[in-house]
């Protein structure tokens, strides 16, 4: 079992950066792919980026690419969404989830759906003002 926790979330001018991060229990956690996903207000949840288990490999959104990086820190079992030139549109409920073991090492087109995911966080609110 793997609990998830985001944190980092908050108001923020257009133009402006916000840092996520996702706390993960257990000693799984760097054996899983991770996946941070958003839900728009009114919208349906969509993916936005994806790291591999030893962070080898990142996968974007082309909505968030060149903007937004994830990062991972397996010693602390924690992974990061540092996002910058944030954008209205950028407003939305932020999620992490984690991967089954070993899952998506290369980030096939799997990696982009949440049903490939097996847990996750509660979200944090990102809201950018324009």
């Known amino acids: 079992q793997v609990q998830l926790v985001e944190s980092g979330g908050g108001l923020v001018q257009a133009g402006g950066s916000l840092r996520l991060s996702c706390a993960a229990s257990?000693?799984?956690?760097?054996?899983?792919?991770m996946g941070w996903f958003r839900r728009p207000p009114g919208k349906e949840r969509e993916f936005v980026g994806a790291?591999?288990?030893?962070?080898?490999?990142?996968r974007y959104a082309d909505s968030v690419k060149g903007r937004f990086t994830i990062s991972r820190d397996n010693a602390k079992n924690t992974v990061y969404l540092q996002m910058n030139n944030l954008k209205a549109e950028d407003t939305a409920v932020y999620h992490c989830?984690?991967?089954?073991?070993?899952?998506?090492?290369?980030?096939?087109?799997?990696?982009?759906?949440?049903?490939?995911?097996?847990?996750w966080g509660p979200g944090t609110q990102v809201t950018v003002s324009s």
């Open positions: 989830a984690a991967s089954r073991l070993f899952a998506y090492t290369y980030l096939d087109e799997g990696s982009i759906r949440p049903g490939s995911y097996d847990y």
């Open positions: 257990g000693r799984t956690f760097s054996s899983r792919t």
């Open positions: 790291i591999s288990q030893s962070a080898s490999n990142t």
